[in-house]
T-cell receptor
Framework: DTGVSQNPRHKITKRGQNVTFRCDPISEHNRLYWYRQTLGQGPEFLTYFQNEAQLEKSRLLSDRFSAERPKGSFSTLEIQRTEQGDSAMYLC????????????FGDGTRLSIL | RKEVEQDPGPFNVPEGATVAFNCTYSNSASQSFFWYRQDCRKEPKLLMSVYSSGNEDGRFTAQLNRASQYISLLIRDSKLSDSATYLCVVLDSGYALNFGKGTSLLVTP
């Protein structure tokens, strides 16, 4: 399978715990994106990497959130001290080449905070 | 104000019907436009890009009106498998996709 891969698929944790998600983009894609989707809404942009550089962060990304892409390949998204409002689907996408290229999404990680 | 607005539906249509979805966007500087399809509890999947001249892909036709900041999607000869949520998507800044809330379509036998 050469698509975007995310794991875990599901994560259930207690409020206050830290969680980390992983995304492996399509191998030749240099751009990687994180989005968050809650029920009844479209996905909302969180952050964006071009190779290993994090070029943009949404105001939605509070200081409890951090994302890395250390070698310009896979990326991790960590949420510290989780809150119930963090419950959502976290989607990773990747794209190739310059701007305006379509983004291809992974299956997502569904986070549930108890 | 939401940057990308869509009628949430649901649209319930019989098999074989033609159905059209509309979308408006607020940023006149928007650069690229797409329709994505999302099945229940699945990831969004690119359906088609939308070009200024309009474009067609099989039973699907997309139109863009930059002056009115309006995008449409027409589905002809609806199939049961077309049942999904259709997301209107606008690329503003070269990286961040702005999604509408989606329009729900149910095609019935």
């Amino acid at each position: 399978d050469t698509g975007v891969s995310q794991n875990p698929r599901h994560k259930i944790t207690k409020r206050g715990q830290n969680v980390t998600f992983r995304c492996d983009p399509i191998s030749e894609h240099n751009r990687l994106y994180w989005y968050r989707q809650t029920l009844g809404q479209g996905p909302e942009f969180l952050t964006y990497f071009q190779n290993e550089a994090q070029l943009e962060k949404s105001r939605l990304l509070s200081d409890r959130f951090s994302a890395e892409r250390p070698k310009g390949s896979f990326s991790t998204l960590e949420i510290q001290r989780t809150e119930q409002g963090d419950s959502a689907m976290y989607l990773c996408a990747s794209s190739s080449g310059g701007p305006n290229q379509p983004q291809h999404f992974g299956d997502g990680t569904r986070l549930s905070i108890l | 104000r939401k940057e990308v607005e869509q009628d949430p539906g649901p649209f319930n249509v019989p098999e074989g019907a033609t159905v059209a979805f509309n979308c408006t966007y607020s940023n006149s500087a928007s650069q690229s436009f797409f329709w994505y399809r999302q099945d229940c509890r699945k990831e969004p999947k690119l359906l088609m890009s939308v070009y200024s001249s309009g474009n067609e892909d099989g039973r699907f036709t997309a139109q863009l009106n930059r002056a009115s900041q309006y995008i449409s999607l027409l589905i002809r000869d609806s199939k049961l498998s077309d049942s999904a949520t259709y997301l209107c998507v606008v690329l503003d800044s070269g990286y961040a996709l702005n999604f509408g809330k989606g329009t729900s379509l149910l095609v019935t036998p």
